[in-house]
């Protein structure tokens, strides 16, 4: 991508979408997860404003938005980590598979192995490479080669050949950018259909980040992503289709990625987009 700056650069971040060539159009992807009719709260705030959209599967989607607008809740709320929060109420449907993940046959420990997550915080467990990747395999009770499996995963997440002599050493003495590469390599290890991102870069140094973009825009061959950020830029580079949310939880536009960063519809996304506010 290209990061031009105008005349009045210092207020005014224009960004060219990159337009991701080598994948088929998006419109030709099916559905991974569909929001419909979807409001959040917390008590008596809304933090999702009745929000209605599908989102394609084996692309990336970005999720941008000012501070406090609901993306991460929008996030959690697809594979249900919003549960362990007492005072968060779902109403409407996200649909997964043919089924609204709320449904109350839903088992939401099947759903996350389904559905991953990788935090803005790299955290791995205080356990070796190789357990760390082993975790959610063995919960799951998985029978086959769990060294292939985690040797599989690890290349994955682009890890393998930074750490294949030292599967035993804890993962707490890998870097940023390699515990992160770590978490992903966790949150593939199950074999899920959805990889959630939170702001997965923002704790690490530039180099590390582009490698973990890099990655993603790997991931996306096998996996439908779906990441939250505030890097605007990293949103029009790896991204496919793009969401801004605004203030309130509402999702005010949602399109190709090129299109919301080149020509959007509305002035608020624009004013957005190139940093008028927010
Ligand atoms: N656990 C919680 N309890 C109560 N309110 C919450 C909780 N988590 C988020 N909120 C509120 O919900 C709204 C949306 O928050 P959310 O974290 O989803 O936004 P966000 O767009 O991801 O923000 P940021 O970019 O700052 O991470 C905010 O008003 C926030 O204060």
Known sequence: ???????????????????????????????????????????????INDVTMEIPEKRVTALIGPSGCGKSTFLRTINRMNDMIDICRVEGDVEFGGKNVYDADVDPVALRRKIGMVFQKPNPFPKSIRDNVAYGLKIQG????????VEESLKGAALWDEVKDQLHSSGLELSG?????????????????????????????????????????????????????????QAARISDRTAVFLTGGELVEYDDTAKIFEDPEQQRVEDYITGKFG
Not at 10 to 38: C, F, Y
């Open 1 to 47: 991508m290209s990061n031009t700056t105008s005349d009045d650069s210092l207020i005014t971040t224009e960004v060219q979408a990159d337009s991701n060539d080598d994948r088929a159009p998006v419109n030709e992807a099916g559905t991974a997860v569909a929001a419909r009719d979807l409001n959040v709260y917390y008590g008596d705030e809304q933090a």
């Open 142 to 149: 998985f029978d086959g080669d769990v060294d292939a499996r």
């Open 177 to 233: 950018g390699q515990q992160q590469r770590l978490c992903i390599a966790r949150a593939i290890a199950p074999d899920p259909e959805v990889i959630l991102m939170d702001e997965p870069t923002s704790a690490l140094d530039p180099v590390a980040a582009s490698k973990i973009e890099d990655l993603i825009d790997d991931l996306a061959e096998e996996y439908t992503v779906i990441i939250v950020t505030h890097n605007m830029q």
